[in-house]
């Protein structure tokens, strides 16, 4: 499975952006494939943004970012989305799409695939 990430940019504080995660390759079925957002802050660990059942409908947030970021799908296209509204400060940092077979987790070393990662940037 190859991923593409992309939509990262330079906002301030209380803006928006829109993370998309492109997926190609892999087994037939992409039903096997739950997808995340995980991201890295300067000098910090990588850390669990936000997962989504490929297949199904559950998702799950990391709690700093519930009701502001929203993770989808667009399985026709092979799209994860990450819309990120009312961006902080603290938001800033490099992210990922990564990609396991079912189901999701949280912990980022059992993810199989990545993507190459999007910088996003939040002035105060």
């Known amino acids: 499975v190859q991923l593409q990430a992309s939509g990262g940019g330079s906002v301030q504080a209380g803006g928006s952006l829109r993370l998309s995660c492109a997926a190609s390759?892999?087994?037939?079925?992409?039903?096997?494939?739950?997808m995340a957002w995980f991201r890295q802050a300067p000098g910090k660990d990588r850390e669990f943004v936000a997962a989504?059942?490929?297949?199904?409908?559950?998702?799950h947030y990391r709690d700093s970012v519930k009701g502001r970021f929203t993770i989808s799908r667009a399985t026709a296209k092979n799209t994860v989305n990450l819309q990120m509204n009312s961006l902080k400060f603290e938001d800033t940092a490099v992210y990922y799409c990564?990609?396991?077979?079912?189901?999701?987790?949280?912990?980022?070393?059992?993810?199989?695939?990545w993507g190459q990662g999007t910088e996003v940037t939040v002035s105060s």
């Open positions: 390759g892999g087994s037939s079925s992409r039903y096997e494939y739950d």
């Open positions: 989504i059942a490929w297949g199904g409908n559950g998702s």
């Open positions: 990564a990609a396991k077979r079912r189901p999701w987790d949280i912990r980022d070393y059992v993810y199989e695939y």
